[in-house]
């Protein structure tokens, strides 16, 4: 079994890799970040992508978003510390096979790989009911304007990152800080990455 594990904290990595190493038949490719992740994808076909949801360049759920688009075979399973019901409801959106939390055993990582690579979709039950909370209000657009700005950059900095033009960057912050009941971008962003939605 192919497995692609994208994960940026070294230690986290390389235990999740020692871990899965010792299963017979499982191969384990790393990523140590989302950019480099979909570098492997692009290159090698994965039965398993194993992702952290927060990492420098592309984010997991990119990469699911990614994955899905590209109507590839490969099960996608979050790793994350974080259970916000917004990632879990977009991971749910994408095509995720399963949601775990990085405290659970790793036992369960496991039996997880198994049971999503039988077709069914494991995703812990607390988590699953908190993704029945609240909805999302962002659109696509939206969410990458507002992830730019939070990195401190200018309106004109994320045009040309997004090809867009200026007004319609501004145009989706606006939309974003109305959605979110926010004083400005900068609050907006908080918002958003506390509610797991950017």
């Known amino acids: ?86 990632y879990i409801r977009r991971a749910i959106d994408m095509g995720v096979s399963g949601f775990l939390l990085k405290d659970a055993p790793s036992a369960e990582l496991i039996q997880a790989i198994y049971r999503v690579m039988e077709g069914k979709r494991v995703i812990d039950g607390e988590l699953a009911m908190m993704a029945l909370g609240e909805v999302d209000p962002l659109n696509d657009k939206e969410r990458r304007a507002l992830r730019l700005a939070a990195e401190g950059k200018s309106t004109a900095e994320i045009a040309t990152t997004l090809c867009l033009s200026e007004g319609t960057v501004r145009n989706y912050l606006s939309e974003a800080i109305a959605k979110l009941n926010a004083a400005n971008r900068v609050d907006a962003a908080r918002i958003a990455r506390q509610k797991g939605w950017l």
């Not at 940026?8 to 970040?33: K, S, W, Y």
């Not at 420098?56 to 790793?79: M, N, V």
Request: proline share 2%.
């Open 1 to 86: 079994m192919n497995i692609l594990l994208a994960e940026d904290q070294a230690m986290v990595r390389g235990a999740l890799a020692a871990l899965l190493g010792m299963e017979p038949g499982f191969h384990i490719t790393e990523a140590e970040n989302g950019d480099q992740a979909l570098q492997h994808l692009r290159q090698q076909t994965f039965d398993v992508l194993l992702s952290d949801i927060e990492m420098p360049g592309r984010s997991g759920l990119e990469l699911a978003q990614w994955l899905q688009q590209q109507h590839t075979k490969t099960k996608i399973i979050i790793i994350t510390t974080f259970g916000r019901a917004g």
